[in-house]
């Protein structure tokens, strides 16, 4: 079974550009996580999906961080402007389902440098 | 809002010594469950605890969920090298009908050969 695929793997910008990541979740996971984790820290979520709808977005900073899950299966996190505080490993997760206890599968990250 | 806090945040030992971890919510939790993050990797999930003073084994580890299900901890018995990682324990979001998990910001064990 292949797992949660992320692209790009790493990716160095200057602060104020843009960058976007992609995430492809296991084949039939219907919920969709994507989470940043600082160095040193545990995961931070960031938003989450189930199948096409944002289930909650709380932590995650609009002004400037931006995500989709079109079709329910792939999705993107975009951020627009980056700050240097934005360097950190984003990581996506999928789950079967939302709701009772399921184990999350993590794909391998996107480490995001700010210059 | 919720807090799960673990201790310590870093752990060196010998190879054949145990480690243990020790992660503590600041509410009640209808289940922990617990990740190794290899250095360089991603979160792996290792297990779910769900009952009061619940009690499971992996091998040499060995994970327990306290009685008041506010606290949890993993023991690992005779540490190898391949046990190098950070350790997280990881927790639901109480009340709501949203499902997500809050976590630790782990624990960090070396261990030298």
């Known amino acids: 079974e292949a797992g949660v695929a992320q692209s790009p793997r790493y990716k160095i910008i200057e602060k104020r550009q843009s960058v976007a990541f992609w995430c492809n979740p296991i084949s039939g996971h219907a919920t969709l996580y994507w989470y940043q984790q600082i160095l040193g820290q545990g995961p931070k979520l960031l938003i989450q999906?189930?199948?096409?709808?944002?289930?909650?977005d709380s932590q995650l900073p609009k002004d400037r961080f931006s995500a989709e899950r079109l079709k329910g299966v792939d999705s993107t996190l975009k951020i627009q402007p980056a700050k240097l505080e934005d360097s950190a490993v984003y990581l996506c997760a999928s789950s079967p389902r939302t709701g009772g206890s399921n184990e999350q599968f993590f794909g391998p990250g996107t480490r995001l440098t700010v210059l | 809002g919720q807090q799960v806090m673990q201790i310590p945040q870093y752990q060196h030992v010998q190879e054949g010594e145990d480690f243990t971890t020790y992660c503590n919510s600041s509410t009640t939790l209808s289940n922990i469950q617990w990740y190794k993050q290899r250095p360089g990797g991603h979160p792996v999930f290792l297990i779910q605890l769900v009952k009061s003073g619940e009690v499971k084994k992996q091998k040499r580890l060995t994970f327990q969920f306290g009685e008041a299900k506010k606290n949890s901890s993993l023991h690992i018995t005779a540490t190898q090298t391949t046990d190098v990682g950070t350790y997280f324990c990881a927790g639901p979001n109480s009340g709501g009908s949203n499902y997500k998990l809050t976590f630790g910001k782990g624990t960090l064990l070396t261990v030298n050969p």
């Open positions: 999906f189930q199948n096409n709808g944002v289930v909650d």
